[in-house]
């Protein structure tokens, strides 16, 4: 069924000029998606990269919402077991600072080409090839250099996408200076891996000259990704996991990822008692359900053997009210899209913090999600060849009688928080789809047993004991939510966090 109206929010103008020429070819919501996310992964040096990890939820009209599966996973399939060589620590001041692995070792499987080709094949109407137009154009062409991708580089430029000589053409200049912001990018060769992708479908990532440029780079260099773990590799079809929120059903990631589990249980356990406001009440209950929910998450989940158990225990809490009685940046982009037949799509990928590697004559920096630690907390030793590492994106859909909306945001572990305060303001205080992105939020933030809440200016904090960190203005930190609606009496709402860099689009037929 072809769409005559679509909107979309997503992480930059060009992301959503993508989607606004693949519309204009007859694209519905999931193709639109997929041009913009494309376009986003392959334009935002530091920020993303093809070689991550994407989910797909999508709720058709009448149907049931799925989740495409298109994490990373741990490699190593055919080589002997033993000890996993080490990676290179670093540190960067990034986010108040942050230890990371880098380097080959760090690398896990790439889900994200299969997950976005699954989704177009089964889903989208406009041929793959065509979908991947847009992105290709600017590869070869050249993009600007966005603020957010400036400001993360200054941090990782260096010590991250600067180890490749590639890399380092592209993003620095003849005096071995960063790139001013808005400065023409060229990574040499993207646009010829593009283009073998978009001729050849996914597969020619996992089984072609791709695959294999990415897994001799990776065991020349002794770490553990293969040849066998790319061929091997498929995106998985889930039941989407659904909360009911008052009038609303909302659709998100389920386990293995712990991001949507996590969202859906501080939904069901704030859902015990609505506001109409944010006053003290509300922002101590809101502290309460951030401070169970992550605790639960911290000492449960991300060491968990069975993710699907302990997941299913804390959306039991939280339902039955005893979670709250128990109490005790990687760096990711995401497009929403609703279209007028009642379709939605959001899809959320990440690269982690990259691991400086770049596979000669590919123009493709890879993953670093083996060692991203903060997520990925039994680090290089997470599990058999194959399974899936956790993941904080929830890519989410919802519906009410009259209502489709879709969502999600980047941020690292500020990605729940930041989705379930925009679902507060939009479905129980009742804000403008701009305004519910845009009011100011909080993150509890726990190491150990040390606690903290960062806090945005325009949120004032009951005394609550815990310590305090004020931001001086909305910032980039708090997430980046955009979010797409369809509502079938007043039309189409977009909205881009104002965080950082977003772009929207809607055509109106």
């Known amino acids: 069924m072809q769409a005559s109206k679509v909107a ?4 930059s103008q ?21 041009a913009a996310v494309m376009y986003s992964i392959n334009t935002e040096p530091g ?8 989910y797909a939820t999508v709720w058709p009209p009448g149907g049931d919402p799925v989740t495409i599966d298109g994490n990373v996973a741990v490699p190593g399939t055919g080589l002997p077991a033993g000890v996993r060589p080490g990676a290179e620590s670093i540190h960067m001041d990034y986010g108040g600072g942050v230890e990371t692995l880098v380097g080959a070792a760090s690398v896990a499987i790439p889900g994200t080409p299969a997950a976005l080709h699954l989704a177009a094949q089964q ?13 290709i154009r600017a590869a070869r062409d050249g993009f600007p250099l966005s603020a957010a991708c400036h400001y993360y580089l200054e941090y990782s430029g260096d010590v991250i996408f600067g180890r490749s000589e590639d890399g380092h053409g592209a993003l620095y200049g003849e005096g071995g200076d960063l790139l001013d912001v808005r400065s023409n990018i ?6 010829d891996s593009l283009s073998a992708l978009a001729e050849g479908g996914s597969r020619v990532f996992y089984e072609g000259e791709i695959a294999r440029a990415i897994a001799d780079h990776i065991q020349d260099l002794g770490g553990f990704l293969t040849m066998e773990d790319l061929q091997r590799y498929a995106p998985l079809v889930r039941d989407s996991l659904i909360v009911g929120v008052g009038d609303w059903k909302i659709a998100t990631n389920p386990p293995p990822a712990v991001g949507g589990t996590v969202l859906a249980a501080m939904l069901l356990a704030f859902d015990k008692h609505p506001v109409v406001q944010w006053n003290d009440d509300a922002l101590g209950q809101l502290l309460r359900v951030q401070q169970a929910v992550l605790t639960y998450r911290k000492r449960q989940l991300d060491l968990s053997d069975d993710l699907p158990r302990d997941a299913a225990r804390l959306l039991d809490l939280a339902r039955s009210g005893a979670l709250l009685a128990k109490r005790s940046s990687a760096a990711t982009v995401h497009t929403s899209v609703v279209d007028d037949n009642g379709l939605a799509c959001a899809i959320t990928a990440s690269s982690g913090y990259g691991s400086g ?11 670093n999600c083996l060692g991203e630690l903060e997520l990925n907390r039994k680090g290089l030793e997470a599990g058999p060849p194959g399974r899936r590492l956790p993941s904080n994106m929830a890519p989410s859909a919802a519906r009410s009688e009259h209502q489709v909306l879709t969502l999600g945001s980047p941020g690292a572990d500020r990605i729940t928080t930041a989705l379930h305060q925009f679902l507060i303001n939009y479905i129980q205080l009742g804000h403008t789809l701009s305004d519910a992105v ?18 945005e200016p325009g949120l004032d904090l009951p005394d609550t004991g815990i310590s305090v960190t004020r931001y001086p203005e909305i910032g980039m930190y708090f997430g980046g939510v955009v979010a797409a609606l369809y509502d079938n009496k007043s039309g189409f709402s977009v909205a881009a966090d104002p965080r950082r860099e977003g772009g929207t689009f809607i055509a109106e037929g």
């Open 8 to 11: 979309v929010a997503t992480t």
């Open 438 to 455: 845009a009011h100011p939020r909080m993150h509890l933030e726990i190491d150990g047993s040390d606690m903290n809440i960062a806090v």
């Open 14 to 34: 060009g992301a959503a000029d993508a989607a606004a020429e693949i519309c204009e070819l007859g694209g519905n919501a999931v193709d639109c998606a997929i």
């Open 123 to 135: 889903f989208g109407q406009i041929e793959w090839r065509e979908l991947l137009g847009p992105v």
């Open 357 to 367: 590697e770049m596979p000669s004559g590919t123009g493709l920096w890879l993953n």
């Open 47 to 54: 920020v993303c990269a093809l070689a991550g990890g994407a």
């Open 186 to 191: 060229v990574v040499p060769h993207l646009a």
